[in-house]
């Protein structure tokens, strides 16, 4: 079965420091887009950024970048020079071919640090 | 530009109450739409999603249903509500379907079942 899977329920970070938020996932299909997306206490959730399955490169979008790790089913978002408006929750999220359906894990809570 | 548009912002409702949120997208046309819930402190679970005018598709089995009677107008209903329908409800439009396409949410509606 598909699965999302983010261990880590709440991350603290210094401002203008990095952090990786970790996401693995499970899928026997091997077409496959795998996303983050930011929700702040506003509620609302923002896309950052996209990672496919046959795509050689890690994406990057600015201070975004997705570390993927394909044979180990990774796909961790790093957070590069941190800002205090980066507090919120982060999601990782996976779409399968066909494209209907989109598999959220249970989030990470960042909070940065002045 | 498209913009997604979801309202009521916050709702609060006695059991047994009916249920009609909705949601429109503007500047753009067939857009696939979709509802999802966000339980507290949790990832997002799709409800139902849509491919065109009347073609609704249920995920979960519920005490809910949806309804597309235009292009770019879906609506979420119940004709009575259960305290297990509290939660965060979120609409999202992708323009095709795809494993490669991001969602654009909505600003979400805060949903309170007394």
């Known amino acids: 079965a598909q699965k999302i899977t983010q261990t880590q329920p709440g991350m603290f970070v210094q401002e203008k420091e990095a952090v990786t938020l970790d996401c693995t996932y499970d899928t026997s299909d091997p077409s496959y887009g795998l996303f983050w997306y930011k929700q702040p206490s506003s509620g609302e959730m923002i896309f950052l950024i996209y990672q496919g399955s046959y795509d050689q490169q890690n994406a990057t979008e600015g201070r975004y970048s997705l570390n993927f790790q394909k044979a180990r089913k990774s796909a961790n978002l790093v957070i590069s020079a941190s800002q205090l408006g980066d507090s919120a929750m982060y999601f990782c999220?996976?779409?399968?071919?066909?494209?209907?359906?989109?598999?959220f894990g249970a989030g990470t809570r960042l909070f940065v640090k002045a | 530009s498209q913009t997604i548009h979801q309202w009521p912002a916050t709702l609060v409702q006695p059991v047994g109450s009916p249920l009609s949120l909705e949601c429109t997208v503007e500047?753009?046309?067939?857009?696939?739409l979709y509802w999802y819930r966000q339980a507290a402190g949790r990832g997002l679970q799709l409800l139902f999603y849509s491919v065109g005018i009347g073609q609704i598709s249920s995920e979960v089995p519920q005490n809910l249903s949806a309804s597309r009677p235009q292009d770019r107008q879906f609506i979420l209903s119940s004709k009575k509500l259960l305290l297990s329908d509290s939660g965060f409800y979120l609409c999202?439009?992708?323009?095709?379907?795809?494993?490669?396409?991001?969602?654009?949410f909505g600003s979400g509606t805060q949903l309170s079942v007394l």
């Open positions: 999220a996976m779409t399968l071919a066909g494209g209907f359906k989109t598999i």
């Open positions: 999202a439009w992708s323009p095709q379907l795809g494993y490669n396409e991001k969602l654009f």
């Open positions: 500047g753009t046309s067939n857009p696939n």
